[in-house]
């Protein structure tokens, strides 16, 4: 099986450092992960989402482009293989909670960008999980602290995270398939 890269998080940092909103490169994985989740044939100019609109370097659109293209790839026909795109685990644990917060804050911008509904929903394993990632959005990360206990904490998370991102995104396909009423999100121009 193919092994399918995304820009690492210092590579996606470099390049979101030169564009107008400058955003967090989990979080703008996050915001990927949510459209394709959300709606992977989606029209939206997600990139111009991320950049502020600006007249952007060549080095910037096709790093943009392979972690889009890479994240569709991954959710599509690797699902299992799904990499987050986070801090390394030698950067401090305050600050890679932080990146996990914003991941998930992006994850969920991404699927009501495309109208998944988020809140009010029917009980259920995908409402659980939505749930799940609007508290992560708003943990505390200025709280931890780096201990072998946070530190373990932390991966669980990270790794019940990514197993939520798969649940959501394989839910709402087979709501697509049967319903087909995620919404679009051509409007967002």
């Known amino acids: 099986m193919k092994q399918i890269t995304l820009p690492t998080y210092k590579e996606l940092d470099a390049v979101l450092s030169k564009t107008k909103l400058k955003l967090h490169p989990s979080q703008v994985h996050g915001l990927v992960c949510g459209i394709m989740c959300g709606d992977p044939n989606t029209a939206a100019s997600w990139e111009e989402l991320v950049t502020g609109g600006g007249k952007e370097q060549m080095a910037t659109h096709e790093t943009l482009q392979a972690l889009y293209e890479g994240t569709a790839t991954q959710l599509n026909e690797f699902l299992f293989e799904l990499q987050m795109i986070l801090p390394a685990d030698t950067v401090e644990l305050p600050v890679r909670a932080e990146a996990l917060t914003l991941w998930c804050q992006g994850m969920l911008t991404g699927l009501k960008l495309t109208q998944v509904q988020i809140t009010g929903r029917e009980p259920s394993e995908l409402t659980e999980a939505l749930n799940d990632f609007i508290e992560i959005a708003k943990m505390n990360y200025e709280e931890v602290?780096?201990?072998?206990?946070?530190?373990?904490?932390?991966?669980?998370?990270?790794?019940?995270?990514?197993?939520?991102?798969?649940?959501?995104?394989?839910d709402l396909r087979e709501g697509d398939a049967s319903v087909g009423t995620t919404g679009s999100a051509n409007s967002l121009h």
């Open 145 to 170: 602290v780096s201990s072998e206990e946070d530190e373990e904490a932390y991966t669980e998370l990270v790794e019940y995270v990514r197993m939520a991102v798969i649940l959501v995104y394989q």
